[in-house]
């Protein structure tokens, strides 16, 4: 059973930067992507990030392209989220997704794991 524990989320002024961690067990060895989505009460999932592990493939929503860093740490089998400048738009519980299909998916129908998620709010 894949498990994923996401942590690093909390209260951080507009303009700063915050580090999302996601933690991940994985017995069987089939995740090969894993992604970072976010949701907002009322509103749809959205994804935001997501990494093919096996070639290091990445995809960002355009909404955090160039503020923002997937990253992996394959040691400690942690998925990194880095986002710069963060705005109000960015508060939203993160959730980390997990699948195994080799690509960077946008679409969450490709993540058959879930973590419980993570609030971020951004105070201006």
């Known amino acids: 059973q894949v498990q994923l524990t996401e942590s690093g989320g909390g209260l951080v002024q507009a303009g700063t930067s915050l580090q999302l961690s996601c933690a991940m067990a994985?017995?069987?060895?089939?995740?090969?992507?894993m992604g970072w989505f976010r949701q907002v009460p009322g509103k749809e999932r959205e994804f935001v990030a997501a990494?093919?592990?096996?070639?290091?493939?990445?995809n960002y929503a355009d909404s955090v392209k160039g503020r923002s860093t997937i990253t992996k740490d394959p040691s400690k089998k942690t998925l990194y989220l880095r986002m710069d400048n963060l705005n109000h738009e960015d508060t939203a519980i993160y959730y980390c997704a997990a699948g195994s299909h080799p690509y960077a998916y946008t679409d969450s129908d490709y993540f058959a794991h879930w973590g419980q998620g993570t609030q971020v709010t951004v105070s201006s």
């Open positions: 994985d017995p069987t060895g089939g995740v090969y992507t």
């Open positions: 990494m093919d592990l096996r070639r290091g493939m990445t």
